[in-house]
C-alpha cells in the first residue's frame, strides 16, 4: 500500500506537470484546460464504474486481481513517457488523458480486493490501527512524493535537459512502484483463495442511503457541509495549482513544493493543531479551521509571492488538516456503530462528486476568465481566473465553515471570542457568561435534611405566582438517564463503587441534565431552580471522598460547559441535625459517618466564602418562613422583568396607545 500510494502521489504531480508543460506553448486557457482534464480523467471512471468493476471483483481470486491489475498498470504508466518521446503533442496528451481513464478502471479493481484482504490479514481487534495504518500511507507518501518530484525537477533542470523529463522520470518511478507492489501481493500467500464478498454499492445508491440519514441530523449535517465544503475548496486549489504556479515564475519544483506544502500542513495540523486549541470545543474548532482555511485560501489567490504562498499552503493545509481529523472522529464517536460505515461511504462518495464537479468546472472557468492587468502610476497587479478560482473557493470554504458551525454548535449563545480566548490561554471552557443568557439559574446547596427541597418548592411556587416561567429540577435525576444513575447512586446495597465513577457518574448526570433541561430552559428566558449541582460534587466526592478538588471542578466544568448558576443559595445546617431530620431508611450517601457529613459542610461554607457576591449562606435551622423570607429578598434583587423586554417594545409602539 505505501508503494502504490506513493506512486498515486507521483503519478498525479507528474501527469498534471506533464500536460500543463505539453501546452506550455498555448496560452493560459490551454494550461488550465489541459490540466483539469488530466483531474477529469482521474475521477471519472470512478463514478460511471464503480458498481460494475465492484461486481467484477467479487467473483475473482483477491491476490491474482491485484497482481494482474499492479503488472498493467505498470505497463499503461510506462506507456506514457514512451509516448510523449515520439509522438507531436496533441496525440501525447491525448494518450496521457486515455491511459488516465485506464489506470483509474484498473484501480476500481486493485482497491476493493485490497480493502477486503485488510481483515483476512488483520486480527479483528487490531483492525482499528491497521485502518490507521492505511491512513498514514495513504496521506503520509504525499509529502515524500512531492519532495521527490521536486528533487526530480532540479536534477533535470541542473543537467539542463528537457523540462518534461523530470515528469517522465517520476512516472517511471511511479510505474516501478506498481511493479513492487506485484511482487509483494505474490508473495502474499496468506491471502485466501476462494473469493469473498466485497460490497461495493452503487456510489448513487450510497449518497440517497447517506441523505436520509445525514439529513436528519443536524450535528452530521453539520460535519458533512464543512467536510465538503473543504474538498471543494480543495478541488479548487488542486484544479489551478499548476497554472497558478506557472503563472508565478515557478517551475515544476515549485509546483511540487506547493503541493507537498497542503500535505505537510495537513500532518501538522492532524498531530500538533489539535494541541494548539485543544480546549476549544471541537465543533468549534471544527468551524473555525475551516473559516480559516477560507480565508487563507483567499490571501494565497491575491498575494503573488511564491515563498508567502508555500508558508499559506502550509496554514491551509494545517486547517484541512485539524477539519478533517476532527470531522472523522466526531463522527466515528457519535454516529451509531450500524450506520457509521454508511456515513464513512456516504461521505467519500459524495467527497469525489464534489471534488470532480469543482475540478471539472475550476479549469474552465480560469480559461474563460483569462488574465487580467490592473495599472496603477508604475504598479502593476496581475488577477487571472486561478486567482479567482481560489478566491471563490476561500469564499465557499468561509460560508460553509459558518453554517455548518451553525448546525452543531454546542455552545450556542456563548460568544466564540469568549472562547477563544480562553482555549489561547490553555483553559478548559471558559465559564459561560451568563450575561449572555435571558433566563436566571439559581441552585440550592447544602448537606442532608437542610431543607433545599423545601426552600426551592416555595421558591418556584412565589415565582410562579409572579408570572415568571419558572422550570424547578433537582440532581441527581431529572433526566431519563439521569433517573437510572440516581438508582445507582442512591442504591444503599450498591457498596463497592469507587470515589472516581461516583464523580463520574455525578458529572454525567449533570452533563445531561444542563444540556436537556437547563440550558434549553435559561435561553427561552425561563427562571431555572435546581436542588443541588456543581458545588455538591465538590463538596461530597471533592471533600467527602477526599478526590482532588482540582480534577472534580475540571470534570464538572466540562459536563455542563462552564455553566455556573446566578445565585448560589447555601443553606446551612449541622449534619446531626439534618441527617435526624430525615425519615425512612439512609440512602448510599447518607449513611456515611457524621465526619464526611462535616467535610462536606466545611467545604460547602469554604465554597461560599470564596465568591460571596454568588451566594446566599442562610442558617438551616431558623424556622421554615425566616428562610423562605430571607432567600426571597435576595432573589427579588436579581429578578428579570417579568414582562419581556420585546413585548413592552410592541406595546410601547401600539397605535391604541398613541390615539
Ligand atoms: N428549617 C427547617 N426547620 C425544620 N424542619 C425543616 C426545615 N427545613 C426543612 N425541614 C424538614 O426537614 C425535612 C427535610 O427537608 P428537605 O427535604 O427540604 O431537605 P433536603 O435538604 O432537600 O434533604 P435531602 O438532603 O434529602 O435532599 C423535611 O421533613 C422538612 O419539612
Ligand atoms: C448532586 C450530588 C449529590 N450528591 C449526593 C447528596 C445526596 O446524598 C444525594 C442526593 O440526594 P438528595 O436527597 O436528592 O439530596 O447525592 C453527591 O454526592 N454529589 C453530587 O454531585
Same mark, same amino acid.
Given at each position: ?179 513492487? /507492489? ?25 449518497? *440517497? ?116 481529523? *476532527?470531522?472523522?472522529?466526531?463522527? =466515528? ?51 487571472? =481566473? ?44 471558559? /465559564?459561560?457568561? @451568563? ?25 418556584? *411556587? ?107 443559595? @447555601? ?17 448510599? *450517601? ?70
Amino acid at each position: 500500500m505505501s508503494a502504490c500510494s506513493l506512486g498515486d502521489w507521483l503519478n498525479i504531480l507528474a501527469l498534471t506537470a506533464l500536460a500543463g508543460n505539453l501546452m506550455a506553448q498555448g496560452d493560459f486557457r490551454a494550461q488550465s484546460l489541459a490540466v483539469g482534464g488530466v483531474f477529469i480523467a482521474k475521477m471519472l471512471p470512478a463514478i460511471i464504474l464503480g458498481p460494475v468493476a465492484g461486481a467484477f471483483a467479487d467473483r475473482f481470486d483477491r491476490r491474482v486481481t491485484m497482481v494482474v491489475a499492479d503488472l498493467t498498470r505498470f505497463l499503461l504508466v510506462v506507456s506514457i513517457p514512451a509516448v510523449v518521446w515520439v509522438a507531436s503533442n496533441d496525440v501525447a496528451y491525448r494518450w496521457i488523458i486515455i491511459a488516465t481513464v485506464l489506470v483509474e478502471c484498473v484501480n476500481l479493481f486493485w482497491v476493493p480486493a485490497k480493502d477486503a484482504t485488510v481483515p483476512n490479514l488483520v486480527p479483528p481487534q487490531r483492525l482499528e490501527q491497521a485502518n490507521q495504518l492505511n491512513l498514514l500511507v495513504t496521506y503520509g507518501t504525499a509529502p515524500l512524493a512531492a519532495a521527490l518530484f521536486a528533487a526530480l525537477s532540479v536534477v533535470v533542470s541542473l543537467f539542463g535537459a528537457d523540462v518534461w523529463l523530470s515528469s517522465a522520470w517520476a512516472l517511471l518511478v511511479n510505474a516501478g512502484a506498481y511493479l513492487v /507492489s506485484a511482487f509483494l501481493v505474490f508473495t502474499l500467500k496468506d491471502i485466501p483463495r476462494r473469493r469473498g464478498e466485497i460490497s461495493t454499492p452503487s456510489v448513487f445508491k450510497q449518497i *440517497i442511503e447517506g441523505w436520509r440519514f445525514v439529513g436528519g441530523n443536524r450535528l452530521i449535517r453539520g460535519l458533512v457541509i464543512g467536510m465538503l465544503g473543504t474538498f471543494a475548496a480543495g478541488g479548487a486549489v488542486i484544479g489551478v495549482a499548476k497554472p497558478y504556479v506557472t503563472a508565478l515564475q515557478g517551475g515544476d519544483a515549485a509546483y511540487g513544493v506547493v503541493f507537498g506544502a497542503v500535505f505537510v500542513g495537513m500532518a501538522l495540523g492532524m498531530f500538533f493543531g489539535l494541541r494548539l486549541l485543544g480546549e476549544l470545543s471541537r465543533r468549534r474548532l471544527f468551524g473555525l479551521a475551516i473559516v480559516v482555511a477560507g480565508l487563507v485560501l483567499i490571501a494565497i489567490a491575491l498575494i503573488h509571492n511564491l515563498v508567502i504562498v508555500v508558508m499559506l499552503t502550509v496554514l491551509l493545509g494545517a486547517c484541512a488538516g485539524i477539519a478533517w481529523i *476532527i470531522g472523522y472522529t466526531l463522527i =466515528g464517536l457519535e454516529v451509531d456503530d450500524s450506520l457509521r460505515g454508511r456515513t464513512f461511504s456516504f461521505l467519500q462518495s459524495t467527497a469525489r462528486v464534489v471534488l470532480l464537479l469543482v475540478v471539472a468546472v475550476a479549469g474552465p472557468l480560469a480559461a474563460l476568465f483569462g488574465s487580467h492587468r490592473l495599472e496603477v502610476a508604475s504598479l502593476v497587479y496581475v488577477f487571472d =481566473g486561478t486567482n479567482l478560482v481560489l478566491v471563490v473557493g476561500g469564499a465557499l470554504a468561509t460560508i460553509v465553515g459558518v453554517v455548518g458551525l451553525r448546525h452543531m454548535d454546542d455552545r450556542a449563545g456563548i460568544p466564540f471570542t469568549s472562547d477563544l480566548l480562553a482555549a489561547v490561554r490553555g483553559e478548559r471552557y471558559g /465559564s459561560e457568561p @451568563l450575561e449572555h443568557v435571558p433566563g436566571l439559574f439559581i441552585a440550592f446547596e447544602g448537606g442532608e435534611g437542610s431543607g433545599k427541597t423545601t426552600q426551592s418548592r416555595m421558591v418556584a *411556587i412565589w415565582l410562579r405566582d409572579q408570572g415568571y416561567d419558572v422550570v424547578q429540577t433537582r440532581e441527581p435525576g431529572s433526566t431519563k438517564v439521569g433517573m437510572r444513575l440516581r438508582a445507582i447512586l442512591l442504591d444503599a446495597a450498591e457498596k463497592g463503587l469507587s470515589a472516581r465513577s461516583e464523580a463520574l457518574l455525578y458529572a454525567a448526570d449533570r452533563a445531561e441534565h444542563v444540556e436537556k433541561v437547563i440550558r434549553p430552559a435559561l435561553h427561552r428566558g425561563a427562571v431555572v431552580v435546581t436542588d443541588r449541582y456543581v458545588d455538591s460534587s465538590l463538596a461530597y466526592q471533592g471533600a467527602g471522598r477526599a478526590l482532588d478538588p482540582e480534577d472534580v471542578s475540571k470534570v464538572n466544568a466540562w459536563a455542563t460547559g462552564g455553566l455556573v448558576p446566578h445565585l448560589t443559595v @447555601l443553606i446551612d445546617t449541622p449534619p446531626e441535625i439534618g441527617l435526624r431530620r430525615l425519615g425512612g431508611a439512609a440512602d448510599r *450517601i447518607e449513611s456515611e459517618p457524621v465526619e464526611f457529613h462535616e467535610r462536606v459542610r466545611k467545604e460547602f461554607r469554604a465554597l461560599a466564602a470564596a465568591a460571596p457576591e454568588r451566594y446566599l449562606v442562610v442558617d438551616g435551622t431558623l424556622g421554615l418562613d425566616e428562610i423562605t423570607r430571607v432567600v426571597q429578598d435576595r432573589v427579588r434583587e436579581i429578578l428579570p422583568d417579568p414582562v419581556p423586554q420585546t413585548s413592552e417594545d410592541i406595546t410601547g409602539t401600539m397605535p391604541a396607545i398613541r390615539d
